[in-house]
């Protein structure tokens, strides 16, 4: 599949069918990620992958709440996928890195100096090559952000809570189910204006 095909056909799998994926396939889908640009090549992200009704539980009992999973019609597709990638983010790596002597100059070896916390940019792009990646090998994907409980899934994956880790997100991957409903923002549309020279 093309990088074309793959971007015009990607959306949101939020019904999985449950059967396990390939562990091979998803350590290729995570070799890519790690691959994704990064400020400084500062590399400060972190994939846990989650793989298995076990595993997988620890990332919903943490990050969703019983009553949520009552109301919610998502829930039952979303809880038979097979591989949630968490992905963390550690800022201080930033600051650290822009402390260095190739860097030093921009100024940026304080975080409160950024303009833009890169940090999240980062796993942004690595949850979008995740996320491609998994549509060119006709796997089911979603992105779902940090919404709730990030102080817990952190202890329940066992993250050094002196290390600073921050929870940005998390790439859901399975085979698709056959009951996900569309969105109800696929309505919206796009919405992105395209400005050419000035605004």
Not at 62 to 76: F, N
Not at 97 to 105: E, G, L
Not at 187 to 197: D, F, K, M
């Amino acid at each position: 599949m093309s990088l074309e095909e793959a971007v015009r056909r990607r959306r949101m799998v939020r019904s999985f069918s449950g059967r396990p994926l390939d562990p091979a396939v998803v350590d290729r889908l995570v070799d890519l990620a790690i691959r994704s640009p990064t400020a400084g090549n500062t590399g400060g992200w972190a994939p846990v992958v989650l793989a298995g009704p076990s595993e997988t539980w620890t990332f919903w009992h943490a990050t969703t709440s019983a009553s949520w999973r009552a109301r919610s019609r998502r829930w039952p597709g979303l809880s038979r996928a097979p591989v949630i990638v968490v992905l963390l983010t550690r800022p201080a790596a930033y600051a650290e890195r822009y402390r260095q002597a190739d860097k030093a100059s921009s100024g940026l070896g304080a975080l409160e100096r950024w303009p833009v916390p890169y940090w999240f940019v980062d796993v942004g792009m690595a949850a979008m090559t995740l996320l491609l990646g998994a549509r060119a090998s006709g796997i089911g994907a979603c992105f779902l952000g940090n919404f709730r409980g990030e102080a817990a899934l952190l202890e329940a994956l066992g993250v050094p809570p002196e290390e600073g880790w921050r929870y940005a997100g998390a790439v859901v991957l399975g085979e698709p189910g056959d009951d996900d409903p569309p969105s109800s923002s696929l309505a919206r549309g796009r919405g992105v204006q395209v400005h050419r020279g000035r605004w």
